[in-house]
């Protein structure tokens, strides 16, 4: 069990793809692994990251987008030089941002691939703190690369008649986009705690497994005996030098930082259970640490409890007595949708609304036969952290797959309209920006074509 925390969603179309990003390094940061593509200003293009993306690409799009090497070049030169000037233009993004973006993102990944075993080993990683770091660093360049193409577009708009004028010239050519079905999902969580004695007993054996070791006995054996978290438990309990900047809870860093070389910390409390800390050894700024994590036990009978208290909530909603806003307002437990009415947004692409093909199995389950208003079976749910919980999901909005309509999808057209014009101001701006910039193509691409002026000084 992992209990560090440390989410996906770029205006550029290629870019909702960002994921074969994950191990593209900075220039400064970079070893000569695989050929340079190019390096715009500090950042640089592996010919690697040119063979993920594709990949990726072409495996999103179920094989129906083709994109060759040169393509796909310009795509990253494009983001890398956003990345670039949002440096140079002090652009500020706040961790708080960074951090909810990429646990929205491991959530994602945890329901579409099953695990998180699953889910970081399908991008190439050892563990999940690893990839933890890996989705930090992208989501932070996304945040600046997003933060300066709203500053360049911020004063671009449109009109109807724009609207109009771009839809029409879309159908003229019949290219109007087939619009998926999709959904608006909300849900209510009740979670069953444990008791107050179970936590106090907890409590009790962490201090006892505290002075057994004061007393000379090994903490690393009682780590391997004890301990709730598996991967930790594997290694005698250590989690090896952390930082102030290493993605573990507070609770934890704040015990680990406090503690002096040898001492063990008192019991204390994270999302993920109750912990005792061993401080290994001080190691410039960072801290070799061990620790135990003992999880409190729910009851069935807490289970049971709680599983009928949502289904009375259930059985109100559908009488009517209370709407599901205000069900959410009243009784929900989770943090991240309770503000919102229990409005889920999608961590691909920081919307309200789901394709409706590409959620993950368990929910297509759940939902795939609702029709707008209903309401899904209540349903049993755990955390990595080891939150149990029931769950109710609600259907806001169903659309199904169309071609799309002026009227109907008028919202839509002008999302799309507004971001072709977003996007020509941006190719302005860039036409501007690359002869400012620092631009070194490899030699493999110097041959291609492309549609800026990229070659300046490479020719």
């Given at each position: ?7 996906l969603k770029n205006t550029s179309i290629l870019f909702t793809f960002f994921l074969a990003s994950l191990g593209v ?15 715009i200003g500090k950042n640089i293009v592996l010919d690697s990251d040119i063979d993920k993306f594709k990949q990726e ?215 993920f259970g109750y912990h005792i800390v061993l401080l290994n050894k001080i190691k410039g700024e960072g801290r070799d ?171």
């Amino acid at each position: 069990m992992q209990f560090k925390t440390k989410t996906l969603k770029n205006t550029s179309i290629l870019f909702t793809f960002f994921l074969a990003s994950l191990g593209v390094v900075n220039a400064q940061q970079a070893k000569k692994i695989d050929g340079v593509a190019v390096v715009i200003g500090k950042n640089i293009v592996l010919d690697s990251d040119i063979d993920k993306f594709k990949q990726e690409v072409e495996a999103r799009s179920e094989g129906k987008v083709k994109i060759s090497d040169c393509e796909m070049l310009e795509e990253l030169m494009q983001q890398k030089l956003l990345a670039h000037h949002a440096v140079i233009d002090s652009v500020v993004v706040s961790q708080a941002d960074i951090d909810s973006r990429v646990k929205r993102s491991v959530a994602f990944f945890i329901n579409q691939y099953g695990s998180e075993e699953k889910a970081y080993k399908a991008y190439g990683f050892n563990d999940l703190e690893d990839f933890k770091k890996e989705l930090t660093r992208v989501q932070k360049e996304n945040a600046l690369i997003e933060k300066e193409q709203k500053k360049i577009t911020e004063k671009v708009d449109v009109t109807p008649e724009e609207v109009r004028v771009y839809f029409k010239g879309l159908k003229d050519k019949n290219e109007l986009p087939e619009i998926p079905a999709e959904v608006e999902i909300a849900q209510l969580v009740l979670k069953a705690e444990p008791t107050k004695e179970e936590n106090e007993r907890i409590v009790k054996k962490l201090n006892e497994i505290k002075k057994q070791v004061e007393g000379g006995a090994s903490f690393k054996l009682k780590a391997i005996i004890n301990s709730d978290d598996p991967t930790a438990a594997q290694n005698g309990g250590n989690m090896g030098v952390i930082t102030k900047e290493t993605g573990f809870v507070k609770e934890f860093k704040e015990v680990a930082f406090s503690l002096e070389e040898g001492e063990i910390s008192e019991p204390f409390k994270s999302p993920f259970g109750y912990h005792i800390v061993l401080l290994n050894k001080i190691k410039g700024e960072g801290r070799d640490v061990s620790h135990i994590l003992l999880q409190p036990e729910i009851a069935d009978e807490k289970l049971n409890e709680t599983k009928k208290e949502i289904e009375k909530i259930k059985a109100d909603l559908k009488e009517g007595k209370i709407t599901f806003e205000e069900a959410v307002k009243k009784y929900s437990e989770d943090e991240d949708t309770k503000s919102n009415g229990g409005l889920i947004i999608n961590p691909y692409t920081n919307e309200s609304t789901f394709e409706l093909a590409r959620m993950a199995p368990d929910l297509f389950g759940r939902i795939s036969e609702l029709k707008k208003g209903e309401f899904s079976d209540i349903f049993y749910d755990e955390t990595r952290e080891g939150e149990k919980m029931y769950k109710l999901i609600f259907l806001k909005d169903k659309t199904e797959t169309h071609k799309a309509d002026l009227v109907k999808d008028y919202v839509r057209m002008q999302q799309f309209a507004l971001a072709k014009k977003k996007e020509e101001e941006i190719v302005k701006w860039s036409k501007d920006k690359i002869q400012e910039t620092y631009i070194k193509l490899g030699n493999d691409y110097k041959s291609c074509t492309f549609k800026k002026d990229w070659k300046k000084g490479n020719k």
